[in-house]
């Protein structure tokens, strides 16, 4: 099972948090400090799962921003590891064609795919498809 | 693949920082999180949030504030509490936005609310009826978005006015609205079970839709439904396996593909559903070989997401009814993972093999120098998993071992993670549970690294943490100490010693008076009373009486360390003046170039003393021989030839090795074990299986077939290899059948020992002649090392005669040319770390003084000339199966400047005299 999401850049600063398990909101920011200070720490060829207090972080670099992923214990982390590729990869096929920020747009595509902690989606066209006939409607 | 991700990466910091939303309602947004991105500190977040929070606040509560700019301020508002600050003056503003707006603007007012509340609070009330107008709608996309949210968050005791809506969508035409839905129950199903109860059989509906996705939505509940009752869906199993064949067969849709693997994550699902429904059930798991065989077949592309399958398969295979031909190749499966030099694969292959060494420990064995590996890994996580795999073997006979293995871990996970310590409380108190807990039995160098970690911090930064370390342990003393190990007494003494005076409202009388009553304890040993007494030592003056009461009482103790630390207190306590120039505080300076000695050398030098020689330079000098007293081997003879001068009516050869001399009662050949050498004790190293280089064992008399028989499981030559073998056989002792196992353990523990090692190859045996040829190997370089051993013979039964013999083997025997390309020796030069560098002669009477000279050190040394390069040669060696050696050399005038390195830190030294010497007698 999934607890949180988060995409963080090197300086440590909070991109996109999403938790699937309520934690609050006081002790977020340090969880997500300790959780950075994590992955950073490890080296390059180290594995991408890294124990942190219950969880088990699960987590993937692009250029300057971390991806980390907080599991249980029994999730299969290599899995998770791939679905935060798939993640990348609609965000990648979105965002290319329109590059424009939203941080709500980033949560819609996550909520498709993650929900209460599940992976329930990970057809690249299904998971689009909610935000891409909004904003069809958004144009007319 | 790889230009999906170059895509991604140039896509992705433009998610963040587009600078070509032209959209006025996003200035603000783009400018509030370019702000955040040039933040330099935490100070300057908190002004920059409380500024644009009252600037949100201001316009939400501004009546002219369109549902366009709600919608950007709400996404403010997500970005403010992303970073920690509250910003709950907007939470109803979002169930407002969700009331009102356009589809954009109630999709981010969903999303606000579902990022902002939780399930229990109130305001949620206030959404129900959004959501039951939205679920009514005709427009799908607003259906779409309530069903998201209901999934999401929704007041529990309401469920009842959205279930009948929500059950009507499971047939919807569209595929999304069901998918929705079937998880918006699932939801349900999560927060309050008795109320979905009634509608089991449309979940089965939704398991046989006609869309994948739909189907795949139902899973999530029935692997709930499984993991709860399993007998219940014992049915189910066939429909499960269809499907999966289905998917394993590409029977969906391309767009189901993850880098062309059929819906991985399904599959993932359907595994783990199938393992719950298959396990201790042998007719059901009977329905599923067939297809978990073909999901083990098909993962063979070579893709992080077939490992993830395969470890899910592997995992299944064995949770279920066992079967043989499965188990087998699940086995194979994991090998490939724990094997693989990929480090994620690795890490998932030690995961799986500590799932299933709790249904077949024997598989641990298979792995077992994998394991020895993945215990000493650099990485954490690695290292991690693999106690916890150890711990799953834990048997009666390797307990020991794998206690003391976790407990090496458990003092070093918190030095090691101190960096990550919520603060110093905790790190000392996780250090005092470990300590006492872990005790005596951690190893010398746990409280070391403890202490020198205290002590090297800065004097104001670590302050903070020895302050708490003094007061946690002054708590800790004035409790009952007599179960405390004496580490952590040596620590607790050493810290309060070495700080007590950094706490101003420590009362020293108190310090002093707790250390004391920790030496009138019995149970406290002569060692840590030493360290005791040094921290009393250095605890500051002033309290002279209680110092002198301490000495007076233990100069009458038995122990002489005592009484004359009790003296040294008593002088201490007694001139300050001498106190003062003895204990300089903090002073932890040691003079390395021994400058001070300085005055004293020259004097002698003056008066004809010769010059100081390093050790390895003075050996031919010693007029003394000190050689019997150096090294001794048991039975370590490199030939030994027997003639016959008794006439010896019996003769045969045995060898400590052969692990049965006392049946032999003819010749023996024993060795002297020797354990003080000239430098003191010699450091008693276990033996290790014996390492035949160049095997020529062709004649094997009966007596020395068991020693063979039980040579040839032959672990491979290298110390380090060995020390991991009987690591190994200590570990994974107990395990499965074992003969090979207990074979190692029994090599390792006949008594071998000091620097060299060997075997008997092989002896020939004539009516009155016996010849032993024995391989030696030395692991430990040395100048000269003797040999000595005994040959008993009987020339009648029962009357045993015993010759001594002796010989002088020296490194330069041991040693054996390196063949290696140039190329090799530069990567393999940068790849050490122990040199030396020094000059020697060069001999001049030839044409090429370097060649000339790197030819007489190959002769007399066996090297390998690698190379030579104008005025540089390389040359390479190693010992016989043993660390290697580089030698780079350089005319230098008339010398020649040699620079030496090895893995080995001795070995330079020897080679290099060795060399010295070849040069100087040619």
């Known amino acids: 099972m999934i607890k949180f999401l988060l995409m963080v850049n090197k300086q440590g600063q909070t991109r996109l948090s999403r938790y699937y398990e309520q934690v609050e909101l006081g002790k977020r920011a340090s969880l997500e400090a300790d959780v950075v200070r994590g992955c950073l720490a490890r080296r390059k060829e180290e594995c991408s799962f890294v124990e942190f207090k219950d969880y088990k972080l699960v987590y993937r670099q692009y250029a300057a921003l971390f991806i980390v992923v907080g599991i249980t214990e029994n999730e299969n982390e290599l899995s998770i590891y791939e679905l935060v590729h798939n993640f990348v990869e609609v965000l990648d096929k979105y965002f290319s064609r329109v590059i424009m920020f939203s941080l709500d747009k980033v949560h819609i595509i996550l909520d498709e795919m993650i929900l209460n902690g599940h992976i329930v989606e990970t057809n690249k066209t299904r998971i689009l498809a909610p935000l891409l006939a909004l904003d069809k409607m958004a144009e007319s | 693949m790889s230009d999906v991700v170059e895509k991604t990466l140039t896509a992705l910091p433009g998610l963040f920082e587009s600078q070509t939303g032209a959209a006025k309602i996003t200035n603000r947004l783009r400018q509030l999180i370019k702000s955040i991105t040039e933040l330099t500190s935490k100070h300057e977040e908190e002004n920059l949030i409380k500024r644009e929070l009252s600037a949100i606040k201001e316009q939400v509560s501004s009546p002219n504030t369109t549902m366009k700019q709600m919608r950007e301020i709400m996404v403010r508002a997500m970005y403010c509490e992303m970073l920690g600050y509250d910003a709950s003056f907007t939470y109803i503003h979002a169930i407002k936005l969700a009331q009102q707006g356009g589809v954009l603007e109630k999709r981010v007012g969903y999303l606000a609310v579902s990022l902002f509340l939780n399930e229990g609070h109130e305001l949620l009330l206030l959404l129900v009826n959004t959501v039951l107008k939205d679920l009514q709608s005709t427009n799908l996309i607003e259906v779409c978005m309530a069903l998201t949210v209901v999934a999401q968050v929704f007041p529990k005791d309401m469920i009842p006015a959205v279930l009948p809506l929500v059950e009507d969508k499971l047939s919807h035409p569209k595929e999304i609205i069901r998918r929705k839905a079937v998880l918006a129950l699932y939801k349900f199903y999560l927060i309050a079970p008795n109320q979905v109860q009634h509608i089991h059989a449309k979940f089965c509906k939704a398991l046989s839709d006609k869309d994948p996705g739909v189907m795949a939505s139902s899973l999530h509940i029935y692997l709930q439904l499984i993991r709860e009752s399993p007998d219940s869906y014992k049915d189910l199993t066939g429909s499960f396996v269809t499907i999966l064949k289905q998917v394993l067969g590409g029977k969906l849709p391309v767009d189901f593909n993850y880098h062309s693997v059929p819906a991985p994550w399904l599959q993932i699902q359907l595994l783990r559903i199938l393992s719950l429904l298959g396990k201790e059930d042998q007719s059901t798991s009977e329905l599923m070989y067939e297809v978990l065989d073909e999901s083990l077949r098909r993962a063979e592309m070579n893709h992080n997401i077939t490992y993830a399958i395969l470890y899910e398969c592997v995992k299944a295979v064995y949770t279920i009814h066992p079967k043989a031909e499965l188990l087998e ?28 060494v709790q249904h077949d420990a024997k598989l641990a064995l298979q792995h077992q120098m994998t394991i020895i590996e993945c215990l000493d890994h650099s990485d954490f996580t690695i290292k991690r998993e693999t106690l916890e795999l150890l711990f799953r073997i834990t048997n009666a006979q390797n307990v020991t071992v794998i206690v003391e293995k976790m407990l090496d871990f458990l003092c070093y996970v918190p030095i090691k993670t101190l960096t990550f310590a919520p603060d110093n409380s905790w790190f000392i108190q996780t250090m005092n549970d470990v300590f006492s807990i872990g005790g005596d039995l951690l190893q010398q160098d746990d409280p070391n690294n403890f202490l020198r970690l205290l002590a090297e911090g800065k004097p104001e930064e670590d302050d903070q943490l020895r302050l708490y370390a003094v007061e946690s342990y002054l708590t800790v003393l004035k409790g009952h100490t007599s179960h405390l190990p004496q580490c952590f007494l040596q620590v607790m003494s050493w810290v309060l010693g070495e700080y007590a005076h950094l706490q101003e409202s420590v009362d020293r009388r108190e310090v002093i008076r707790l250390l004391t009553q920790l030496l009138d304890q019995r149970s406290v040993s002569s060692e840590t009373r030493v360290w005791i007494l040094s921290a009393l030592t250095k605890i500051p003056e002033g309290q002279t009486d209680l110092i002198l009461d301490l000495a007076e009482s233990l100069s009458s103790s038995q122990d002489t360390v005592l009484r004359q630390q009790a003296q040294e207190l008593r002088h201490l306590s007694q001139d300050s003046q001498l106190r003062e120039w003895v204990l300089v505080e903090n002073s932890c300076a040691v003079d390395s170039s021994l400058s001070f000695l300085d005055g004293f050398v020259s004097e002698a030098l003056a008066a004809g003393a010769a010059p100081y020689k390093p050790p390895h330079q003075r050996q031919e000098e010693l007029s003394l021989n000190l050689e019997p007293y150096s090294f001794s081997l048991p039975v370590s003879l490199s030939s030994c030839s027997i003639t016959d001068r008794q006439s010896p009516t019996l003769l045969s050869v045995s060898s400590g090795l052969s692990g049965n001399s006392a049946e032999l009662s003819t010749l023996i050949l024993e060795g002297v074990k020797r354990v003080w050498g000239k430098d003191g004790y010699l450091p008693q190293k276990e033996a290790t299986a014996p390492p035949v280089d160049e095997p020529s064992a062709a004649v094997q008399p009966a007596s020395q077939q068991e020693a063979a028989e039980r040579i040839e499981p032959r672990p491979e030559p290298s110390t380090q290899n060995q020390d991991k073998q009987q690591l190994a056989s200590s570990l994974f002792v107990g395990l499965g059948v074992g ?13 071998f020992t000091a620097s060299l090692r060997g075997n008997v190859m092989d002896c020939l045996e004539a009516r009155s002649t016996s010849v032993c040829h024995y391989a030696l190997l030395m692991d430990d370089p040395h100048t000269n090392v003797s040999l000595t051993g005994t040959v008993s013979y009987q020339t009648q039964p029962g009357h045993t005669n015993t010759l001594p013999f002796s010989g002088t083997l020296s490194t330069a025997d041991f040693i054996r040319p390196l063949v290696v390309t140039t190329e090799e020796y530069g990567k393999l030069w940068l790849s050490l770390s122990h040199d030396v560098k020094q000059n020697l002669k060069l001999l001049t009477d030839a044409g090429d003084p370097l060649r000339t000279t790197l030819n007489a050190l190959k002769d007399a040394l066996q090297l390998h000339v690698v190379d030579i390069i104008g005025s540089e040669g390389i040359v390479a060696c190693r010992l016989l199966s043993g660390a290697p050696c580089l030698l780079h ?34």
């Not at chain 2, 030099?341 to 995961?351: E, F, Q, R, V, W």
């Not at chain 2, 003969?739 to 008594?751: I, T």
């Not at chain 2, 005038?893 to 290099?912: K, V, Y």
């Open chain 2, 739 to 751: 003969s090979s196992v207990s074979l190692v353990r029994k090599l390792f523990y006949d008594g």
């Open chain 2, 329 to 356: 190749k699940a086995a194979r499966c994991i090998g490939n993972f724990v094997l693989s030099p990929k480090i994620n694969l690795k890490y998932l292959g030690l995961k799986a093999l500590t799932y299933v």
């Open chain 2, 889 to 922: 050399c350089r005319v230098n005038g008339a010398a020649l400047a040699m620079w030496l390195r090895s893995p080995h830190p001795a070995l330079p030294d020897f080679i290099l005299y060795h060399c010295q010497r070849a040069l100087a007698h040619h």
